[in-house]
């Protein structure tokens, strides 16, 4: 049951067929279907009844020509017995029953192996383990399986405005909403929160903090200060960390805002301060690496097309990204743009499950413009 969630840290295979033996889909009768074949209203055929094969129990008798056995649900079949009929489509007493019509031998059997064979491929190094996954490897017998260890990630929020929800809220001050967002992504995911820290706009501060954080995290993320303003000082703290910067900025909108870095081999990927632009920064860029610690097979969203269900009237000079949900109608893949498609508009992630892409350099773009789609599942 604790592996449900988890990430799995190798490929497991079947041990053995599911079922592990031909049974019975119903109550009823287990029986050769030729000794059935001359049988008619007029011609009834009638078989003696050998045994009863309650389930959980093995057969003790072959079925031979004019006999059968009783059978229960999930009862293995008995020798010689190719096929079986539910009580109700025969006339019966405690020791025979009597057939009105033929039965076509094979019929009415579930096949040992037909759900799972010895040695399949029960789930691939890297998936995430669902229910059904637990169930499978519970009908397989198994008790435990190997999984990653949960990465744990920092998020680190920069910026003197910033108060904690439940903390009193001055003149000028916000609740700060980007770090609980982000750390319930990076939870979804499957990493570990470290810390979920707030720090004011001073580089000595901001890069105390990503030092401390570094000590016992995989990955640190930050909010705020990726920017060019006065109060942004991701990239001052990087260099006195002594992080090397291997990324400024993408040709996206809303996130392009966005540095990267690296110290001792760990990621320090500092997000825009607007709550939707970090949010789409993470989801577009910073997913993949998240995952990839996670041991995830699944680094990228799936993708598909969908035409717009409305027009979008903005010109995009770069990349953009627009919150929304796909959905069918007459027969094709729609997509429809949220309310708010602003830089801090949380509220339009609320009723998403698609992220769609506009091309660098487009125009406006009328109502059913195909673009291609990331599905957010």
Same mark, same amino acid.
């Given at each position: 049951?604790?592996?449900?969630?988890?990430?799995?840290?190798?490929?497991? #295979?079947?041990?053995?067929?599911? +079922?592990? =033996?031909? %049974?019975?889909?119903?109550?009823? @009768?287990?029986?050769?279907?030729?000794?059935?074949?001359?049988?008619?209203?007029?011609?009834?055929?009638?078989?003696?009844?050998?045994?009863?094969?309650?389930?959980?129990?093995?057969?003790?008798?072959?079925?031979?020509?004019?006999?059968?056995?009783?059978?229960?649900?999930?009862?293995?079949?008995?020798?010689?017995?190719?096929?079986?009929?539910? @009580?109700?489509?025969?006339?019966?007493?405690?020791?025979? $029953?009597?057939?009105?019509?033929?039965?076509?031998?094979?019929?009415? !059997?579930?096949?040992?192996?037909?759900?799972?064979?010895?040695?399949?491929?029960?789930?691939?190094?890297?998936?995430?383990?669902? +229910?059904?996954?637990?169930?499978?490897?519970?009908?397989?017998?198994?008790?435990? &399986?190997?999984? @990653?260890?949960?990465?744990?990630?920092?998020?680190?929020?920069?910026?003197?405005?910033?108060?904690?929800?439940?903390?009193?809220?001055?003149?000028?001050?916000? @609740?700060?909403?980007?770090?609980?967002?982000?750390?319930? =992504?990076?939870?979804?995911?499957?990493?570990?929160?470290? *810390?979920?820290?707030?720090?004011?706009?001073?580089?000595?501060?901001?890069?105390?903090?990503?030092?401390?954080?570094?000590?016992?995290?995989? *990955?640190?993320?930050?909010?705020?200060?990726?920017?060019?303003?006065?109060?942004?000082?991701?990239?001052?703290?990087?260099? %006195?960390?002594?992080?090397? !910067?291997?990324?400024?900025? !993408?040709?996206?909108?809303?996130?392009?805002?966005?540095?990267?870095?690296?110290?001792?081999?760990?990621?320090?990927?500092?997000?825009?301060?607007? +709550?939707?632009?970090?949010?789409?920064?993470?989801?577009? &860029?910073?997913?993949?690496?998240?995952?990839?610690? *996670?041991?995830?097979?699944?680094?990228?969203?799936?993708?598909?097309?969908?035409?717009?269900?409305?027009?979008?009237?903005? %010109?995009?000079?770069?990349?953009? #990204?627009?919150?929304?949900? $796909?959905?069918?109608?007459?027969?094709?893949?729609?997509?429809?743009?949220?309310?708010?498609?602003?830089?801090?508009?949380?509220?339009?992630?609320?009723? *998403?499950?698609?992220?769609?892409?506009?091309?660098?350099?487009?125009?406006?773009?009328?109502?059913?413009?195909?673009?291609?789609?990331?599905?957010?599942?």
């Amino acid at each position: 049951m604790d592996a449900c969630g988890r990430v799995l840290a190798e490929s497991v #295979y079947a041990r053995l067929a599911s +079922p592990p =033996f031909d %049974k019975s889909p119903f109550d009823g @009768y287990a029986f050769r279907g030729e000794d059935t074949a001359s049988a008619s209203p007029e011609n009834p055929v009638t078989l003696t009844i050998t045994e009863e094969i309650p389930a959980g129990s093995a057969p003790t008798k072959p079925v031979t020509a004019g006999t059968c056995a009783k059978i229960l649900t999930g009862a293995p079949m008995p020798e010689g017995a190719n096929t079986t009929i539910g @009580y109700e489509r025969v006339q019966f007493t405690a020791e025979t $029953v009597t057939f009105l019509s033929p039965f076509a031998a094979g019929s009415n !059997v579930v096949r040992a192996g037909e759900d799972i064979t010895a040695g399949s491929l029960l789930a691939e190094r890297g998936e995430v383990l669902t +229910p059904a996954h637990i169930g499978v490897l519970a009908s397989q017998g198994f008790t435990r &399986v190997n999984v @990653y260890k949960k990465p744990v990630i920092g998020v680190i929020s920069t910026g003197s405005e910033l108060v904690r929800p439940g903390e009193e809220l001055k003149k000028g001050q916000i @609740y700060n909403s980007s770090l609980f967002a982000i750390g319930s =992504f990076l939870r979804s995911w499957g990493a570990e929160l470290g *810390c979920l820290d707030m720090v004011g706009d001073d580089p000595d501060v901001i890069a105390s903090a990503l030092g401390g954080a570094l000590e016992k995290c995989d *990955c640190v993320l930050t909010t705020g200060g990726a920017s060019v303003g006065d109060y942004d000082f991701d990239v001052a703290a990087a260099e %006195k960390l002594g992080a090397e !910067v291997v990324l400024r900025n !993408v040709r996206m909108k809303p996130g392009g805002a966005m540095i990267a870095s690296v110290k001792d081999g760990k990621l320090i990927l500092g997000l825009s301060g607007n +709550p939707a632009s970090a949010l789409l920064a993470l989801l577009m &860029v910073g997913m993949p690496h998240i995952k990839a610690l *996670c041991g995830r097979r699944d680094l990228q969203w799936a993708e598909t097309t969908a035409a717009l269900s409305e027009p979008f009237g903005k %010109k995009s000079p770069q990349f953009r #990204y627009l919150r929304g949900r $796909v959905f069918p109608e007459n027969g094709r893949v729609m997509f429809r743009p949220n309310e708010g498609q602003g830089n801090g508009s949380l509220m339009s992630f609320c009723d *998403c499950n698609a992220i769609a892409l506009i091309p660098a350099g487009s125009p406006p773009q009328p109502a059913g413009t195909e673009l291609k789609i990331f599905v957010l599942k």
